[in-house]
Every structure is written in C-alpha cells, then in structure tokens.
C-alpha cells in the first residue's frame, strides 16, 4: 500500500515539474490564440509567439532544475507539432490554393511530422537520453542544427515567423501563399524579415528530410541487429 502511494506521489511530481507545466501554459495559450485568430490577429501573434519563446524555455528550466523527464520532452514534441499543424492549416484556410499549392504545404507539414516522430522513437531504441543527441551522424548539417543552439533556434524562430507573417497579410481568400509572401518582399520593412525567415524556414526543411532517413536508418539497423543475436 505504502508503495503504491509512493508510486503516485512519484508519478505527480514528475508531471508537476516546472518544465512541464510550461508546456501546460504553451498548450493553454495556444488554444487562446487560434480560439481568437480570426477575430484578434494581433492577440493571436503575441499568444502564439510567446508559446513559441516558452519552447526554448522549457528546455532551460529543465536543466536548470535537474528536471529533465520522457514525459516533458515527448509533451515539448507533441505541443511544437500541434502548433505548427494548427497554423499551417490556419493559413492554408485564409489563402485559396490550387491543387499542387496546397498540395506541397501540406506535404512538407507530413513530413515535419514524420521526421519528428521517428527521431524521438529511434531515439528511445539506440537508448539515449535525448533525440537531439546526433554526435555520432555523419550529415555535417544534421549535427551543426542539433549541436548549435543558436543555428537551431534561428531556423525554428524564422520557420514559425513566416507561418505568422503569412497569417497576419493574407487578407482575403482570393491570395494564394505564393502572393502573400512576394507582395510582403514588396514591402521594404518587411523584405528583409520576410527573406530570413524564408531561408531558415528552407534549411528546416532539408533538416526534416534529412532526419527523417536518419532515423529510418536507425531503425532498420535495430531490427538487423536484433535478428543477428542468437
């Protein structure tokens, strides 16, 4: 008995760690911000880039505070996906798409996913601790995005900025995302914005596919090894 709610009081700590409960608050002001998208665009920017901030933070707070659990960084993982998948379908609805446009946006949401999904789980079979843990790749670029925080970061922020920008200029149904983003390179003050955000958001993508085959590697090399053992 005695074990048991030792067991429970162990298991509600770890889900009233500081870290996490960041995450609660991203997921909370997530659901504030495309609750109101629409109505409050300002409002919807400010929720939602700040939730963006408290995905960095998190990470900060948990190894601040020696509290660094599965459960926070698949939470942390989840949490990024839902927002971007939340997003791209947001902008994607204010912006009329011919078949092949929205056919390729939507793709490369799929492919975020996949890429993510399999990391985290070739992750837990090679045993580490955590699945920006990419020491031992050989793809220069895959281990200059999880080893430098800083060129992760850019590429992360310029990623969700140009979903925000797309978001806050398409006006009315009739623009596509193409027009969207070439009538905001128009714009001096934006152009520059606009064209950072774009290229860390291209580099993103070439780190998905380039994740994504990496931990299909990791797999198959699993399921090879396993049947070798005697």
């Not at 939730?51 to 659990?69: E, I, P, Y």
């Not at 997003?87 to 009329?96: D, E, P």
Request: with cysteine; net charge positive; charged share 15%.
């Amino acid at each position: 008995m005695a074990n048991k709610k030792s067991s429970k009081q162990s298991t509600l700590s770890v889900y009233l760690y500081i870290p996490n409960i960041t995450g609660y608050i991203r997921i909370l002001m997530n659901c504030v911000a495309f609750a109101r998208c629409f109505e409050d665009k300002k409002l919807f920017a400010i929720l939602y880039f700040i939730s963006f901030v408290c995905d960095g933070l998190d990470g900060w707070l948990a190894r601040k505070f020696n509290q660094v659990s599965t459960f926070g960084a698949v939470l942390d993982m989840v949490t990024d996906r839902c927002s971007s998948i939340n997003i791209c379908i947001y902008v994607l609805q204010k912006c009329a798409q011919s078949f092949m446009p929205g056919l390729v946006f939507l793709s490369l949401l799929s492919l975020d996913i996949a890429s993510h999904w399999l990391q985290m789980y070739s992750t837990f079979l090679s045993g580490k601790a955590s699945h920006k843990d990419v020491k031992d790749s050989t793809n220069w670029l895959f281990k200059a995005y999880y080893g430098n925080r800083l060129f992760m970061a850019y590429c992360c922020v310029a990623s969700e900025v140009l979903y925000i920008i797309l978001f806050l200029l398409a006006e009315s149904q009739s623009e596509s995302v193409i027009d969207v983003l070439v009538n905001a390179m128009k714009h001096s003050s934006l152009s520059i914005l606009v064209a950072l955000a774009l290229f860390g958001w291209a580099i993103k993508q070439a780190i998905n596919v380039i994740q994504m085959k990496t931990a299909a590697d990791v797999c198959v090399l699993y399921d090879i090894n396993r049947r070798q053992r005697p």
